[in-house]
């Protein structure tokens, strides 16, 4: 897009965003990835002809407003630097994203760039086979003598650059000091105890802490990456999922500057019958260099583009504070344009949520059904839309958002149980006085009453709510929304989703989440320094928000996969992918 296209807020659709994913492509990364197609910039009425044809370029070079495949674009102008779609046949909006972006958010959170490092292969950049391990690929690469530790050396046919092999072979606590104390450290920070008390506790210095926690999630990484393996191969049949999200406090400062609040945003989701946390992602992508990626953008004009044609598009750059109405909302903007951390920038979280369940689409692309129980978001249908647009159309996937009436958090729990017996009283009596339901069993009478009232919603932002007729104590005023609402699905082929629509799964793992590990407690807002909005300091958040990454995926296998005091059977076995419960040794010693 030139420049002075940019300041008219005209839109060029010669610069669409490019697909992402096995695309053809130079990218090497593409072919380890074959099986993930990006493009997400499509139609989402599933109504509609247009539902998931891809926008295309016009035939000719000329700037047009009208693409290919009856679509038009728009800028967005609740947002400055927002591009959005519009469906020519029924007349649709819908944003677009950079596929690209997308695409490397979701390699981040599958791990494949752990899995990288843990693999002998060209570490040129620009070498068609970085990233191509030698095992599998043999014939790319040949040999070229040993290191001084008797580790093979090899050179790349193509670039001719060399390299050596990884060491897979050494303990994994090589070179750590102190191992003996792993284990006791280890529960330590699954036990809500903060670093300093750790420190305390046992004996050891600050920068060793920081190395065990490193050590600990990389040897988590390897080792659930080793255990799902069998998710990936195995049809689970079918699952019930709930997603939610919350967020996360932290301590970023400046130099010399006072202490603020930034929120990090965390997706999950989790099986609801056997609590499995597949996928846990927060928004905050701790490999990069904030200041490297913020030159870069300005010297190629990254400012100036709108957000799905830039090269960083999926990265908060510094000119986005003060400018995104969506960060705004999140916390003070003050806070999060002065104190970026030095390593590490935030991820807008829409293109989270793409990473994410593209990731989840991939774990469970063997399992036949799939149920999607969410928190409301705004984004929701679009991107159920675009990951799971193959399913949807087999009717694989059923997807449901869940909201509630919170004005009901300030009652006891007394209070909340005689609204919950208020409202089964009430469904008896229509259930006495209904000829359709009076015979039925509890299950299919509400399943019924939800049919009978389907075409009676409760519409709010152009969404038709389904109240659900006896929500539980924590669950006053439980309305579900139908994302995945087409032609060709009745709701009585559905109706026993929205009864057991619930989102206890991943409402189990955030209390753990909050009850067991010291930064992600909620921050005590009585403390004087909360006082002053701008000043929004929290007594547990972290001041490097990567070991927020890092404890979380810890906390996710040792959730999933350790048996511990209370848990019998381990929500790892509960899903049938292991037949033991495993010790924390397990993982601290696996290879």
Same mark, same amino acid.
């Not at 891809?54 to 609740?78: A, H, I, S």
């Not at 409760?458 to 104590?473: E, F, L, M, Q, R």
């Given at each position: 897009? !030139? ?18 994913g096995s695309q053809p492509s130079n990218n090497p990364r593409k072919k380890l990835s074959e099986s993930v197609f ?30 290919? $495949? ?15 779609? #519009? ?32 693999t002998t292969h060209c570490k040129n950049l620009e070498c068609i086979n970085y990233g191509l391990d030698i095992k599998d690929n043999p014939d790319e690469y040949v040999k ?7 580790? !093979?050396? &090899?050179?790349? #046919? ?32 699954? !036990? ?8 305390? =506790? ?51 400062? =400046? ?38 990626? $913020? ?17 960083? =598009? ?59 129980? $969410? ?25 449901? =958002? ?41 299950? !299919? ?10 075409? $009676? ?131 601290? &010693?696996?290879?």
């Amino acid at each position: 897009m !030139s420049e002075s296209k940019s300041k008219k807020h005209n839109c060029n659709s010669e610069k669409l965003p490019p697909y992402g994913g096995s695309q053809p492509s130079n990218n090497p990364r593409k072919k380890l990835s074959e099986s993930v197609f990006v493009q997400v910039n499509s139609c989402k009425n599933m109504d509609c002809e247009n539902y998931n044809i891809p926008v295309k370029l016009p035939e000719n070079n000329k700037r047009f407003r009208t693409c290919g $495949n009856d679509y038009m674009l728009q800028k967005e102008y609740d947002r400055s630097n927002g591009i959005r779609l #519009k469906c020519l046949k029924c007349n649709e909006w819908t944003s677009i994203y950079n596929n690209q972006s997308i695409y490397d958010e979701y390699l981040g959170i599958s791990g494949y760039f752990d899995k990288l490092k843990r693999t002998t292969h060209c570490k040129n950049l620009e070498c068609i086979n970085y990233g191509l391990d030698i095992k599998d690929n043999p014939d790319e690469y040949v040999k070229n003598g040993k290191t001084a530790k008797g580790m !093979s050396k &090899y050179r790349c #046919k193509l670039c001719k650059k060399g390299f050596s092999e990884y060491d897979n072979k050494s303990k994994t606590t090589k070179h750590h000091t102190k191992h003996h104390k792993n284990r006791l450290i280890f529960k330590l920070l699954m !036990s809500q105890v903060s670093l300093r008390g750790i420190i305390d =506790a046992t004996e050891i210095g600050s920068s060793t802490i920081y190395a065990k926690i490193n050590f600990f999630y990389d040897q988590c990484r390897k080792f659930t990456q080793s255990k799902e393996k069998k998710i990936q191969k195995t049809n689970l049949k079918s699952l019930r999922i709930s997603s939610d999200h919350q967020y996360y406090q932290t301590n970023w400062r =400046a130099k010399g500057d006072g202490e603020y609040n930034v929120q990090l945003y965390n997706l999950s989701s989790v099986d609801n019958n056997s609590g499995y946390v597949f996928v846990s992602s927060l928004n905050f992508d701790p490999q990069v260099i904030s200041e490297e990626i $913020n030159k870069d953008a300005l010297e190629i004009g990254d400012l100036e583009k709108f957000n799905p044609y830039r090269k960083y =598009a999926r990265y908060i750059l510094d000119d986005d504070y003060g400018k995104d109405q969506d960060l705004e909302k999140e916390s003070p903007v003050r806070a999060r344009f002065r104190n970026k951390p030095t390593k590490g920038m935030q991820v807008h979280k829409t293109y989270t949520m793409f990473g994410h369940f593209f990731h989840l689409r991939e774990l469970l692309g063997k399992t036949k059904y799939l149920t999607l129980y $969410n928190d409301y978001d705004s984004a929701l249908k679009t991107v159920i839309g675009s990951v799971f647009a193959e399913r949807i159309n087999n009717k694989r996937l059923e997807a449901y =958002a869940l909201s509630f009436d919170y004005h009901h958090k300030g009652k006891s729990r007394v209070e909340k149980e005689e609204i919950t017996k208020k409202h089964k009283d009430d469904f008896e009596q229509i259930k006495i006085h209904n000829p359709e339901l009076k015979y039925l069993d509890e299950f !299919s009478a509400k399943c019924r009453l939800v049919e009978l009232n389907f075409d $009676n919603p409760s519409i709010a932002d152009n969404k038709k709510w389904h109240y659900h007729p006896t929500p539980g104590a924590e669950e006053q005023g439980k309305r579900i929304w139908w994302i995945t609402e087409r032609k060709g699905v009745d709701i009585e082929d559905i109706s026993g989703d929205i009864i057991t629509a619930s989102n206890n799964g991943v409402d189990r793992f955030f209390q753990t989440c909050r009850r067991k590990l010291s930064f992600f407690e909620r921050t005590n807002k009585k403390v004087g320094n909360q006082k002053d909005k701008e000043r929004n300091w929290s007594q547990y958040g972290a001041y490097d928000p990567s070991i927020l990454v890092k404890l979380l995926e810890i906390m996710r296998v040792y959730y999933n996969f350790v048996g511990r005091k209370g848990v019998k059977i381990t929500p790892a076995q509960k899903l049938g992918i292991v037949k033991k419960a495993y010790d924390i040794n397990d993982i601290l &010693y696996f290879k």
